[in-house]
T-cell receptor, first 113, second 113 residues
Framework: DVKVTQSSRYLVKRTGEKVFLECVQD?????MFWYRQDPGLGLRLIYF???????EKGDIPEGYSVSREKKERFSLILESASTNQTSMYLC????????????FGSGTRLTVV | AQTVTQSQPEMSVQEAETVTLSCTYD???????LFWYKQPPSRQMILVIR??????QNATENRFSVNFQKAAKSFSLKISDSQLGDAAMYFC??????????FGTGTRLTVIP
């Protein structure tokens, strides 16, 4: 019954490494999103995509990029990981209008050392 | 810009009792959607309830109901007959005109046996 799958539950990377976080959805949703979650700050939108090969910046895109080559897959890329990117990363998807909310993955807890 | 405020970082409730989690928001839009999400320790964000702003009637889903006060821009969640499985982080969210969900900072609910 898994609908949004994030490839890793826990990840530890070194400062300066290039990091890929993968997300796959099997619901044929048009929209996909990447959020980071930090205590006391809630969820903050990093990037989103409304269609294949399209991407839009969210509220905190600095230090991140994304790739959407196929409708079902949305990748978050940390070009050069830094310790302030240690966080929980949540992927989500939704139908075109999002009126029924998002479906989330289980999150990837990334630690950068 | 939209803002979503959850003023209670933590709440507790006795099992079988009722608890209300508060949420206020700010927007200049007249038609929008509001959501409550639950995040248990498993980290999976689960949609609890949604409210369409143009509907006067408060949404209800089993033991969960909302008190939606459009003029006051208030959207509180009431949990009746609280159960141990209700223990989680609860996030209030607003769907922006750009089709993005904007989240509050969350309320951690503890259920006391």
């Amino acid at each position: 019954d898994v609908k949004v799958t994030q490839s890793s539950r826990y990840l530890v990377k070194r400062t300066g490494e290039k990091v890929f976080l993968e997300c796959v959805q099997d619901m044929d949703h048009e929209n996909m999103f990447w959020y980071r979650q930090d205590p006391g700050l809630g969820l903050r939108l990093i990037y989103f995509s409304y269609d294949v090969k399209m991407k839009e910046k969210g509220d905190i895109p600095e230090g991140y990029s994304v790739s959407r080559e196929k409708k079902e897959r949305f990748s978050l890329i940390l070009e050069s990981a830094s310790t302030n990117q240690t966080s929980m990363y949540l992927c989500a998807s939704s139908l075109g209008t999002s009126y029924y909310g998002y479906t989330f993955g289980s999150g990837t807890r990334l630690t950068v050392v | 810009a939209q803002t979503v405020t959850q003023s209670q970082p933590e709440m507790s409730v006795q099992e079988a009792e009722t608890v209300t989690l508060s949420c206020t928001y700010d927007t200049s839009e007249s038609d929008y959607y509001l959501f409550w999400y639950k995040q248990p320790p498993s980290r999976q964000m689960i949609l609890v309830i949604r409210q369409e702003a143009y509907k006067q009637q408060n949404a209800t889903e089993n033991r969960f109901s909302v008190n939606f006060q459009k003029a006051a821009k208030s959207f509180s969640l009431k949990i009746s007959d609280s159960q141990l499985g209700d223990a989680a982080m609860y996030f209030c969210a607003y769907l922006t005109g750009a089709n993005n969900l904007f989240f509050g900072t969350g309320t951690r609910l503890t259920v006391i046996p």
